[in-house]
């Protein structure tokens, strides 16, 4: 109980982390590990605080890039199909125009290279994107021709193209060079002459046209839009692939007719997004698949960028969450820790003090039935003296003389400790006046003067000049003061140091300091110096009463007693008392 | 009337018997009574014959605040001390108020009882 006013005005930051508990106040604790308390505090709030933050992150980061990635299917199947209606267009309308001709016109006609060469600068004008125009008979050989190069009497029988197309109506071919080395498309109708003569209408595009038509589809730079052939031969040069003819080692897609655009399996953002659909005209299936790639990553840049600036965010506050978790705990853990610290000081104060006024209440009993037959010894001892000292016999025992006088020292001994026990019990009753602190130490003080000379003692008192008169019991005061006092004189040596300091440093209370230079209290030793009947003097010198009893004393007066002391430099009490004791319901 | 000096009113017997030698040894003049009926009785017998009583509280007839109290009806200018072993603080209080002289825990030492008698005595003169 000593020293424990002091810990708590030390409310030490993180004063749980460092906490041992005393083994006496071990028993009054609430709880006994405060770091793992804190440990789980700051889980459980960090848990219960970021889980629903971390989670709205996660499932809104997955919400956006589904919805992204939706958008990026459609916004790619809308230019693969708005392009593959274009490609269709282009291919079928041409092809629409060879029908044309060939029904309109007459074999004979046709034949005429004159009239041919005619019809094919029509059609550049009309349609554009014709190189030139043939006419083949059923054995493969050129029967007219017009156009740029001169093919005249070429025979194409062993040609793929020509086997195709003279098995059906319509033909259009991949693109390819030929006996011109420049890439081209055949596109071919069959029809048949008065004769009943199978023939071929045949023209040859430029694939730049086509090449044209694609490329206005492409929105951006990191669109790539080209066809390729149906085993993966690029038919248009591609910005990822290469250059025409290039193969891609694409898996060619599965055939449909529809348009049909395919994920990414990786998850990378630099995975590419492909919107696919085979080129297929109402008369004729053509070689051609269009393909349009778009990289996620590029796409979906502002939407990547906006969702790593929000991880940011939410790293940060995750942060500065866990700081005040952190912070908050710990202070609350703390206060927590220094709360029940004083909880525990307080009952380890209220049992000692209930031990004390048990331990009173069973020594005064005792004091009460010793001090009968101590007072029979006393008589008879004394009378033994007496019998000596009055009747001159054997007065010169010396002996007996001595013998007897340790019996009555020794129930003066007895005597003195059962009226100290008495005092315990005595000690429940207060008689409150007006009592001067400066004149009752001055006059203790001397009381001692003998004492003070004799040791060479030098005493000092200071007492500060507002010091009020205070309301108190005058007689326990007294005794509270003689008590450190002869305390203080015992321990102090030859030319030592007593100070006795009164300070009035807060309204309503009075401290009064006792600084001795004697041989101080061990650290052991001062938790136990209030218990009854602990002394550390040598034989006779004691009843280990006086500082329970002061202590029982300056409780009785509503004060509070501590001490501070170092081994071999000295002690100081302080005793602090109210300026006015209230009145006990009780007393 | 036989004018003695203290009156020992106490049911310790030996404890009575003790005292009362020692203080003839000094020369003092003693009686003592076992309990306070008979202490009272000596008393209302002889009007100021003692110079001071000495009496305790645990009696075995009655209690020691009682026969404070008689006494002092009987003789109210007797100086009364208290010697007991027992006694509380309110016995202390109820026999001051009472006319007790003083309240003194046994055990005492004749040399206090010699002091106390001089001062009774000298009162007295």
Redesign the interface.
């Known amino acids: 109980m000593i020293g424990k006013p002091q810990i708590l005005h030390k409310q030490e930051w993180l004063a749980f982390l460092f906490h041992r508990h005393d083994a006496h106040l071990a028993s009054f604790h609430t709880f006994s590990n405060y770091r793992s308390i804190w440990i789980i505090s700051i889980i459980i709030l960090a848990v219960t605080s970021l889980s629903p933050l971390v989670m709205a992150t996660l499932i809104n980061q997955r919400l956006i890039r589904q919805s992204v990635d939706a958008e990026l299917v459609l916004q790619t199947e809308r230019v693969t199909s708005n392009a593959k209606r274009s490609v269709r267009f282009f291919l079928e309308e041409r092809l629409n125009a060879l029908r044309f001709i060939v029904n309109e016109l007459p074999y004979y006609a046709l034949i005429d290279n004159e009239h041919l060469a005619e019809i094919l600068s029509n059609l550049k004008l009309g349609f554009g994107g014709f190189t030139d125009l043939s006419i083949i008979d059923a054995d493969g050989s050129q029967v007219a021709y017009a156009g740029p190069f001169n093919l005249e009497g070429k025979n194409y029988k062993t040609q793929p193209w020509f086997t195709k197309s003279l098995q059906r109506d319509n033909f259009i071919s991949e693109v390819f060079t030929g006996y011109r080395d420049v890439p081209h498309i055949i596109i071919a109708v069959r029809s048949m002459n008065a004769l009943g003569r199978l023939f071929i209408l045949r023209a040859t595009l430029d694939t730049q046209r086509l090449m044209d038509t694609l490329l206005s589809y492409k929105t951006n730079v990191h669109t790539d839009i080209f066809l390729m052939n149906h085993t993966g031969l690029l038919q248009t040069p591609s910005k990822n692939y290469g250059k025409i003819f290039t193969p891609t080692r694409l898996d060619v897609p599965e055939f449909s007719t529809t348009t049909n655009v395919i994920m990414p399996e990786n998850k990378s953002d630099h995975a590419f997004i492909t919107g696919y659909s085979y080129i297929i005209t109402e008369a004729v299936t053509t070689p051609f698949i269009l393909l349009v790639n778009k990289e996620k990553s590029v796409v979906m840049g502002t939407w990547l960028n906006l969702g790593k600036t929000f991880n940011w965010i939410i790293g940060i506050s995750c942060l500065v969450m866990m700081i005040i978790i952190t912070l908050v705990s710990t202070f609350m853990v703390n206060k927590l820790y220094l709360a029940d610290k004083t909880k525990a000081e307080t009952m380890l104060r209220m049992e000692q003090s209930q031990q004390l006024a048990c331990i009173g209440q069973l020594s005064a009993g005792i004091a009460?039935?010793?001090?009968?037959p101590?007072?029979?010894?006393?008589?008879?001892a004394?009378?033994l003296k007496?019998?000596y000292?009055?009747t001159e016999e054997e007065q010169n025992d010396e002996e007996v003389m001595e013998n007897l006088d340790a019996i009555l020292e020794a129930?003066?001994r007895?005597?003195t400790i059962?009226?100290q026990l008495?005092g315990f019990?005595?000690q429940f009753?207060v008689q409150i006046s007006r009592v001067d602190v400066e004149k009752l130490i001055t006059g203790i003080l001397r009381f001692h003067k003998k004492e003070t000379e004799y040791k060479g003692i030098h005493v000092t008192t200071a007492i500060s000049p507002d010091t009020p008169a205070i309301e108190t019991d005058r007689g326990k005061l007294q005794q509270i003061l003689l008590n450190l006092i002869n305390n203080a004189f015992q321990a102090i040596e030859a030319n030592g140091c007593l100070d006795i300091t009164v300070s009035h440093l807060r309204p309503d209370n009075i401290t009064i300091e006792i600084k001795d230079t004697g041989c101080g209290i061990p650290a052991e030793n001062l938790k136990r110096i209030h218990e009854p009947f602990f002394s550390t003097k040598k034989e006779k010198m004691g009843t280990g009463l006086g500082l329970s009893i002061t202590y029982g004393l300056v409780k009785k007066l509503q004060g509070n007693i501590r001490v501070e002391s170092s081994e071999g430099v000295g002690t100081i009490f302080f005793v602090t008392l109210p300026v006015k004791m209230q009145k006990e319901e009780s007393a | 009337m036989k004018q003695i000096d203290i009156l020992i009113i106490d049911d310790?017997i030996?404890?009575a018997d003790?005292?009362s030698?020692?203080l003839s040894?000094?020369a003092i003049t003693c009686r003592a009574c076992y309990d306070g009926q008979s202490g009272i009785q000596w008393v209302k017998k002889n009007p100021g014959a003692a110079a001071l009583i000495l009496l305790d509280l645990k009696l075995p007839d009655m209690y020691g605040t009682q026969v404070l109290a008689h006494i002092k009806q009987i003789d109210p200018g007797i100086p009364v001390f208290i010697i007991?072993?027992?006694?509380?603080?309110e016995d202390e209080k109820e026999c001051l108020a009472l006319g007790a002289v003083e309240f003194i825990?046994?055990?005492?030492?004749?040399e206090k009882i010699t002091t106390l008698l001089n001062h009774a005595r000298g009162e007295v003169q």
């Open positions: 009460h039935e010793i001090n009968n101590l007072a029979l010894i006393n008589e008879t004394g009378y007496d019998l000292h009055f129930v003066s007895c005597g059962t009226s008495l019990v005595r009753d | 310790e030996k404890f003790m005292l030698r020692r040894l000094r007991t072993g027992h006694g509380t603080r825990h046994k055990p005492v030492s004749i």
